[in-house]
């Protein structure tokens, strides 16, 4: 099945700099410098760049996508993850959403969840959440391939 974003194609030639661009410009309401305080944005930056190398987008299904590839793929600690679920930016999206919708996503994406887990698990190595500037220039064909990164 092909994904709607060049940034989700496995070997997509775009530069993770190129990529976000794309992911940024596609997305609204996202969390950014320009409508949130600077600790904020930062943290959803990382969390962007993560929906951007794990080929996610911004469906509650995705989310849910993004912060398992994040928790079980990456260098960030479940404690340090946390600490970006405690802004209410975050919680925007059980509020926009709804509760039920939210909790009916997650359970009917549980399988998809325990195959990238799965994934994960043949990963080289994690991706370093919070040390993504050095690969700003490459393509995310080869982070993809460097990590062994197969996106969903």
Known sequence: MSKKFQYQQQNSSQTLEEA?????SSFQELITEKNSKPKV????RF?????????CDTSIKEETLTDTWTIFGSTV??????????YPETTQVFQKEGFLQVMWSLIVSL????K????????????????????????LKSIREEFNIQVM
């Open 20 to 24: 976000l661009e794309e992911y940024y």
């Open 41 to 44: 944005a930062k943290l959803f």
């Open 47 to 55: 969390h962007d760049v993560a929906h951007v190398i794990f080929g």
């Open 77 to 86: 600690t479940l404690t340090e993850y946390m600490e970006y679920l405690k």
């Open 111 to 114: 399988p998809t969840v325990f």
């Open 116 to 139: 990238v887990i799965f994934r994960t698990f043949k990963m080289k190595k994690k991706w370093l959440f919070w040390d993504y500037k050095p690969y700003l220039n490459h393509s």
